[in-house]
């Protein structure tokens, strides 16, 4: 294989991901810049297993790990730059903090509820991801993909299907990065939304133990939050998994939870509020590898 990457084998993905569970990537391979990803990507095996990884915010990786190949692309893709008069171009590695932080700099604004997030662009897209209103789709003018035979397409947002922390494009594509089309504004408005934006966020969040962020989608005309604390689950513990006593829609890793312990919570709470309130709670949180017993 020809590639300048970097290949770790066996890495713990614990160490990537959010909550701090997770075992180990048969591979691990964290590309120099795209056209050394698209090597790569060509001279994969096509049956390998291929799994994405931004922050790992929103995955919840089995204790058995993944037993095949993960790109990372935070500290990878990373490049950022203004194209236009009203455009920034971003590679999927780059944090969401980062790009909300930039905009704001440029005087453009629309991006500011990203700074709270987690996670990286290619997470973002992935995911529609989106806070207090905004959502990363609202602001996509296009975006590059790249598919396992390693060839990059530009795709403009009507060829995906766009929902609710549901993104629905072509199979076996990856974002590789965007374009996205903002609002002229002005840097201290955005710069002073986006510490608001995040003392809101401190309030509201358990701070300080790792955590996936809210589990469950919110369904239509509801919160997941408030169907779990009505079914009186906050508190609730499987492990050092826990749902959060201050935001009911999260689970925190109180100590030493491992995925299962969370993964077994998680169905609790399903199951729980099913029984209570007759509604089948959907998660947001990305299951990945194997959970045989
Ligand atoms: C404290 C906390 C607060 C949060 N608050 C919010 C919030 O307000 N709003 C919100 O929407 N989310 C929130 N989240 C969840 C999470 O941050 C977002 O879903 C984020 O977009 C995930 O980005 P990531 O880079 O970490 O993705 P990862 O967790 O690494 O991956 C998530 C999914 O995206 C896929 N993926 C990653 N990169 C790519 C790519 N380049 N191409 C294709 N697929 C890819 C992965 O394979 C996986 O299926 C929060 C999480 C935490 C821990």
């Not at 090597?39 to 095996?45: I, N, V």
């Not at 609710?164 to 974002?175: D, H, I, K, T």
Request: aromatic letters at 8%; charged letters at 25%.
């Amino acid at each position: 294989m020809n590639f300048r990457g970097e290949l770790r084998w066996d890495e713990p993905l614990a160490r990537h991901t959010s909550w701090r569970v997770g075992g180990p990537a048969r591979r691990l391979f964290r590309p120099a810049d795209a056209a050394d990803l698209a090597a790569f990507l060509r001279g994969l095996d096509p049956t390998e297993p291929v799994l994405w990884l931004g922050l790992g915010s929103n995955l919840l990786v089995s204790d058995a790990g993944f037993s095949g190949t993960v790109i990372q692309t935070q500290g990878c893709l990373n490049n950022l730059e203004r194209i236009g008069e009203q455009g920034v171009r971003a590679e999927s590695g780059v944090s969401c903090a980062k790009i909300a932080r930039f905009a704001a700099r440029l005087g453009l604004t629309g991006m500011e509820f990203l700074a709270g997030i987690p996670g990286t662009l290619g997470g973002a897209l992935a995911m529609n991801a989106g806070a207090y209103g905004g959502e990363t789709w609202g602001w996509v003018q296009r975006v590059f993909t790249i598919d396992r035979r390693g060839e990059i397409r530009e795709r403009p947002p009507a060829d995906f299907r766009i929902g609710y922390r549901r993104v629905q494009g072509a199979p076996g594509e990856w974002f590789l990065e965007a374009k996205l089309e903002l609002k002229p504004g002005d840097t201290l408005a955005s710069l002073e939304r986006i510490r608001d934006l995040l003392e809101r966020r401190g309030h509201a969040q358990p701070i300080g133990f790792p955590s996936c962020g809210s589990v469950f989608r919110n369904p239509p005309g509801d919160y997941a939050a408030r169907l779990i604390e009505a079914a009186g689950l906050k508190g609730l513990r499987v492990g050092d998994a826990q749902v959060s006593e201050k935001h009911a829609n999260f689970i925190v890793n109180i100590g030493t939870a491992n995925a299962w312990d969370i993964a077994r919570l998680i169905d609790q709470v399903q199951s729980e509020v099913a029984r209570i309130s007759g509604v089948h709670l959907t998660p947001e949180v990305c299951r990945v590898g194997g959970w045989e017993p």
